[in-house]
């Protein structure tokens, strides 16, 4: 076996591994504020565990079409999208920073970031 | 020329095939890659030039055949960065290792996808997937391999006349 | 080559088994009311299993709840209550003896802008109850004749104490640091490495910094603003700090705002041109007494407060009315301003 194919196999096998224990090994993000970006520009940031009564707020992208946003308490989610494939609508809620929604044909992306600047506690 | 055109074909029908699956992740357009065996293949077998053929070929009727413009950014980023790369390794490697260069051809190609859709969505936050679609690319891309890899093994042994299963009579 | 695939395969098999059993450190996190107000609490236990930490959790609130009865001036079984009662007669303080001397001792420290008989005054304009008045000015001066920590007695052995006749105390300044002192020692001695205690966001201890080093960060509330909206984030490592300002409590009253520190002196609610005080110091104690001592006495003398006790080794943020802030010298690198945040940091030496 050439150490080229060795090589390639090293890499391979670092790669899945690698990619594996990322995803398992990843500590739960604290983060609770979720970022709605529309085309690349940030148009609101919601802290989600200050939300007490969940509402819906609608956003119209340079795709033509609206998708609905629904926020709650701790979690968000694309309720309602004119876009063709409805994936973005099909995830339904995050609550964490994992995985983001996005809904390709609008440019519209919502993550949940570490709580604006990562905050473990505050004074009041 | 007609074999350009058979393994075009047959990127084609992988490709149109593999749009009826659900989505990998829940972003419009990105695909498993399927399709992208034949490159590989052609790679090796044909060289770099004539699998960038292939692979312009059927990106661009893939797209007009699936209606979706995004389809073609993604396929075009993906499949050529894949290119790219079975073409600097066809150097060290053969078609009898197909197996191997196919699972890391799958990964640059959702790699290849991963920075198109950040690119179209102008954010990073697109990357999150990545570590799904590393994973994927080397299962599937080790799937098709193998099954590409054993294709061929057998399509040479009925070429050589060493196919068992030929009647005499 | 068979053998090295399947050698490949099953080291990298083995590395994802690894990785799934060791999820790396996950926190206890719990609320607990207690004292009035809400706490939250967030563990780490280095190697700790899952029930480990829920004992240390629960210890600790066994700890608070005790604490919070014995200390309360407003339950039956508050030895504050009792001293209250007692109208001048020895008390016992078996629970709350120490920190009854702590308090007094803060008190002469701060030349009485620290005062647990200002109490009296707390209940005379209805921040204990809720009954909010503005009392009058004969009222105010009986109030005034009545705050004085000097004539708190406590007797030799520290098991007994009396008031002077007609005053009332309660340790609404200090009982949450002291609390706050108490779960530390504990959880430390429990084997708790890494733990913040939010006692109720205007007292806050920690244990160690984060699993990973970083420091825990502490979003400080800007008092102007609405609840949650922070002008900075301080930085705290195995650390307290403790918060006083107008914005926590207070009633309006035609078109005047009071809030619920009292100033001993005046007997009224504090008007020093603070808006909020946050001490941060290794004692929990020293930090709530402290801010609110600060608060009282003001910029001015705050900061020469801060300069004459340096041996305290405490670090303060002040910010005025006005909205300006002031940043003691020892907290220039652990403190930094929000982001969008226009104002200056004004750094004192």
């Known amino acids: 076996m050439s150490r080229g194919v060795k090589a390639i196999m090293a890499a391979l096998v670092l790669i899945l591994a690698g990619s594996a224990a990322f995803l398992l090994l990843r500590p739960k993000s604290e983060g609770h504020v979720a970022r709605i970006s529309l085309d690349g520009q940030v148009v609101e940031e919601i802290d989600l565990s200050r939300v007490e009564t969940p509402y819906t707020l609608t956003i119209d992208g340079p795709g033509g079409f609206s998708n609905t946003i629904t926020v709650e308490k701790g979690r968000i989610c694309v309720s309602k999208a004119g876009c063709p494939d409805q994936i973005c609508v099909h995830q339904g809620y995050i609550s964490d920073g994992t995985t983001p929604i996005v809904c390709l044909p609008n440019k519209l992306i919502i993550e949940i970031i570490g709580g604006g600047s990562g905050l473990d506690a505050a004074t009041g | ?169 | 080559m068979k053998q090295r695939l399947t050698a490949l395969i099953l080291l990298c098999t083995l590395l994802t088994g690894c990785a799934a059993t060791d999820k790396g450190e996950q926190p206890l996190t719990a609320t607990v009311l207690a004292m009035d107000t809400v706490m939250n609490f967030t563990f780490y236990g280095d190697g700790m299993g899952e029930e480990q930490l829920r004992q240390a959790l629960s210890g600790a609130e066994d700890t608070l709840r005790q604490l919070d009865a014995a200390l309360t001036a407003q339950g039956a079984e508050g030895e504050a209550a009792a001293l209250n009662a007692a109208d001048g007669g020895w008390t016992a303080v078996p629970q709350s003896g120490a920190l009854l001397q702590q308090t007094l001792e803060l008190a002469e420290l701060t030349g009485g802008a620290l005062d647990p008989t200002a109490y009296a005054a707390v209940k005379a304009w209805g921040f204990a109850d809720g009954n909010y008045t503005v009392p009058n000015r004969e009222e105010l001066d009986a109030l005034k004749a009545a705050i004085d920590y000097t004539r708190v007695e406590v007797s030799q052995d520290g098991a007994q104490a009396r008031l002077a006749p007609g005053q009332q105390l309660d340790f609404g300044a200090t009982a949450k640091g002291y609390a706050g002192d108490l779960l530390r020692r504990q959880l430390e001695q429990g084997g708790i490495t890494s733990a913040l205690l939010d006692l109720g966001q205007s007292s806050i201890a920690a244990v160690g910094s984060k699993p990973d080093g970083s420091p825990w960060r502490i979003g400080i509330q800007d008092p102007a603003a609405d609840s949650g909206v922070y002008l900075g984030v301080l930085e705290l490592s195995g650390r307290s700090m403790g918060t006083s300002g107008s914005y926590q409590r207070y009633f309006d009253r035609d078109s005047v705002r009071y809030c619920h520190i009292i100033d001993p002196a005046t007997a009224s609610p504090a008007r020093s041109g603070l808006a909020g005080v946050t001490v941060v110091a290794d004692s929990c104690l020293l930090c709530d007494g402290l801010s609110t001592a600060l608060f009282v006495m003001g910029l001015e003398e705050g900061v020469r407060f801060w300069r004459e006790n340096s041996a305290l080794e405490f670090d303060v943020i002040f910010v005025t009315d006005a909205g300006e802030i002031f940043v003691t010298s020892g907290l220039k690198d652990s403190f930094t301003l929000a982001d969008g945040e226009t104002r200056e940091v004004q750094v004192l030496e």
Request: net charge positive; hydrophobic share 60%.
């Open chain 2, 1 to 169: 020329m007609v074999q350009l055109a058979l393994l075009t074909a047959i990127a084609l029908t992988i490709f149109m095939a593999e749009a009826q699956l659900p989505p990998l992740v829940p972003i419009q357009g990105v695909k498993l890659g399927l399709a992208n065996i034949v490159t590989v293949y052609a790679v090796f077998v044909l060289g770099p030039g004539d699998a960038l053929l292939i692979l312009c070929a059927r990106v661009f009727l893939g797209a007009v055949f699936s209606g979706q413009m995004m389809t073609l950014l993604y396929s075009a980023g993906g499949g050529l960065l894949a290119w790219a790369v079975m073409a600097g390794l066809s150097r060290i490697l053969t078609v009898k290792q197909l197996w191997l260069a196919s699972p890391l051809a799958a990964v640059f190609h959702n790699l290849g996808q991963l920075l198109v859709a950040a690119g179209v969505m102008k954010s990073w936050a697109v990357m999150a997937f990545l570590p799904w679609l590393l994973i994927s690319g080397v299962v599937t891309g080790l799937f098709t391999g193998l099954c590409a890899q054993f294709l061929i093994a057998r399509l040479e042994r009925i070429s050589r006349g060493k196919d068992p299963g030929t009647k005499e009579d």
